[in-house]
């Protein structure tokens, strides 16, 4: 342990050395700063950034400050993602008598839509720490919702000869 000791002041004398000598400095920015964000299907549904005030009040109070969620929830909220995907990709080479093979191949691609909105009312408005004996007399959600979705298959068989090829999709 004794060694130890004198190879760590050691160590540590040669890191104060090369600290003089690069006087270097982290870079620390001067307001705390956060990003949060939501996806849905691979699609950013929400982005929000954390402001100096919620990170204190957060820090402080122990819960986060509602009065902006509610303002857009009263004002309204859409959304809109959109999906599209390769459901199936498949190809199958099939040897015949006459040396030409049989190719049957199938291709899908599958296209999702949605669109969301909504509205949130409540009375009397959500309680704050001021008023917090009110008791909260009406709830009102107003969400539309609209889905679609398109499925496309294309399905094609052919022979290929090498110079020509013919075939029916």
């Given amino acids: 342990s004794r060694e130890y000791n ?8 040669l890191m104060n050395k090369m600290n003089q000598k690069l006087p270097i400095e982290t870079r620390r920015p001067k307001e705390p700063q956060g990003n949060s964000y ?27 400050p509602i009065s902006s969620l509610v303002d857009q929830l009263r004002k309204g909220l859409d959304l809109q993602m959109r999906k ?12 015949t008598e ?27 408005r959500i309680p704050s720490e001021d008023r917090s004996e009110q008791d ?10 609209n889905q679609s979705a398109v499925l496309q298959i294309v399905g094609k068989m052919s022979v290929d000869c090498r110079v020509a ?4 999709a």
């Fill in 136 to 145: 909260v007399q009406i709830v009102k959600f107003d969400i539309n919702s």
């Fill in 84 to 95: 599209a995907t390769k459901v199936v990709e498949a190809s199958r080479r099939i040897p």
């Fill in 98 to 124: 006459l040396g030409v093979p049989l190719v049957l191949d199938i291709n899908s691609a599958l296209l999702m839509k949605s669109d969301v909105s909504g509205k949130m009312e409540v009375r009397p």
């Fill in 6 to 13: 004198t190879l760590d002041a050691q160590h540590l004398k």
């Fill in 165 to 168: 090829q013919s075939g029916v």
């Fill in 38 to 64: 939501i996806k849905w299907y691979g699609n950013e549904v929400r982005f929000d950034q954390l402001k100096k005030e919620h990170i204190r009040h957060l820090m402080e109070q122990g819960k986060v």
